[in-house]
């Protein structure tokens, strides 16, 4: 890493040059991104500094964004647990608000708005819609075509992608071909199945809903998810 070798202390750096100076005399957007974390975090620690600290989490940020967690930030010698729980919030408060571009579920008519088109399909469609802590559309995926029982929908299927994920919670949805507007007794035991799996990994069963031509019928305004 040749390029750091002459790399700056915080306390050599022109006063201009300091990263909170910088950021209010040239703006956010001039900032590198060691230079953002420095702003966000403050302070490094006796023998390392807040810009070599922030050029470490800068290195595992690139390494592994995608499953970054407290723990592997607190692997980072200086990085305690209030300086690194300010860059995990921080950093998921970007993403939920990046994420508002994506459709916010509030109610079982918005699943339905959502998933219209398969209201008129001629073959039974099950489908895994996962959301964010602030209820937004993570992804909407087709887990399961053709008739459905207990046996064939298997919770393995329904909720590896929403681990991968990482969403906070799942709304099931499937239709009706026949365009019955009440849920059948494989649809109450899948539910069932579902929501004693969605305890056990922690991501919360929200409604299931099905659909169907002339309108839904959903779990949760029923009052059958506990």
């Not at 975090?41 to 970054?68: M, N, P, Y």
């Not at 602030?134 to 329904?158: D, K, M, Y």
């Amino acid at each position: 890493m040749f390029y750091n070798v002459n790399m700056k202390t915080i306390k050599e750096l022109h006063k201009d040059d300091k990263p909170r100076e910088k950021l209010v005399k040239k703006g956010v957007q001039a900032l590198k991104n060691d230079e953002l974390l420095s702003v966000l975090i403050g302070s490094g620690i006796k023998g390392k500094d807040v810009r070599k600290l922030s050029r470490e989490i800068v290195a595992l940020l690139d390494d592994s964004f995608a499953d970054l967690s407290l723990e592997k930030l607190l692997n980072i010698h200086g990085l305690g647990v209030a300086k690194a729980s300010q860059i995990i919030a921080s950093l998921e408060l970007a993403k939920r608000y990046t994420s508002q571009s994506n459709r916010k579920i509030t109610s079982a008519q918005d699943v339905y708005d959502e998933l219209k088109a398969f209201s008129t399909k001629q073959q039974e469609y099950f489908l895994v819609i996962t959301l964010d802590g602030a209820s937004h559309i993570i992804n909407t995926r087709t887990v399961f075509i053709g008739t459905l029982n207990q046996s064939l929908v298997h919770p393995r299927e329904v909720f590896a992608d929403a681990i991968a994920d990482r969403a906070a919670g799942i709304i099931i949805a499937h239709n009706h071909p026949s365009g019955t507007l009440s849920a059948s007794r494989a649809d109450i035991g899948i539910t069932q199945r579902l929501e004693e799996v969605a305890k056990l990994v922690g991501i919360e069963l929200l409604d299931h809903v099905i659909l169907a031509k002339d309108g839904f019928y959903s779990f949760a305004d029923e009052g059958l998810l506990f």
